[in-house]
């Protein structure tokens, strides 16, 4: 496990952009895929959006396409997450995970799942006002 700590979360309003930080304590050399994950009260936590760690490849939530774009900075082991055009329904707790190692996790099943991750960070607030 690796340590995560997220930030830039705040209250913003409808319409508005927020960028999220992610940073890791250690190399993340031999991760493949860094996530963000949302969680509020009462629901499950979800997948939100995915950057594989060597190509960059982006994947994303449906409901946050065309909104928020994932990205990062190998060299300072950070991920971030733009967000833009804020929706009151994006309001949760945001995550930040590492996958767990292995070609058992590498796929679309574990991705879109926490079980497939195995380090966290502590989560950031993020807030939508209408």
């Known amino acids: 496990q690796v340590q995560l700590v997220e930030s830039g979360g705040g209250l913003v309003q409808s319409g508005g952009s927020l960028t999220l930080s992610c940073a890791a304590s250690?190399?993340?050399?031999?991760?493949?895929?860094m996530s963000w994950f949302r969680q509020t009260p009462g629901k499950e936590r979800e997948f939100v959006a995915a950057?594989?760690?060597?190509?960059?490849?982006?994947t994303y939530q449906d409901s946050v396409k065309g909104r928020f774009t994932i990205s990062r900075d190998n060299a300072k082991n950070t991920v971030y997450l733009q967000m833009n055009s804020l929706r009151p329904e994006d309001t949760a707790v945001y995550y930040c995970?590492?996958?767990?190692?292995?070609?058992?996790?590498?796929?679309?099943?574990?991705?879109?799942?926490?079980?497939?991750?195995?380090?966290w960070g502590q989560g950031t607030q993020v807030t939508v006002s209408s």
């Open positions: 250690e190399d993340l050399f031999s991760t493949y895929r």
């Open positions: 950057i594989t760690w060597t190509g960059g490849m982006a």
């Open positions: 995970a590492r996958s767990r190692p292995g070609p058992g996790y590498s796929g679309v099943y574990f991705r879109d799942r926490p079980d497939g991750y195995d380090s």
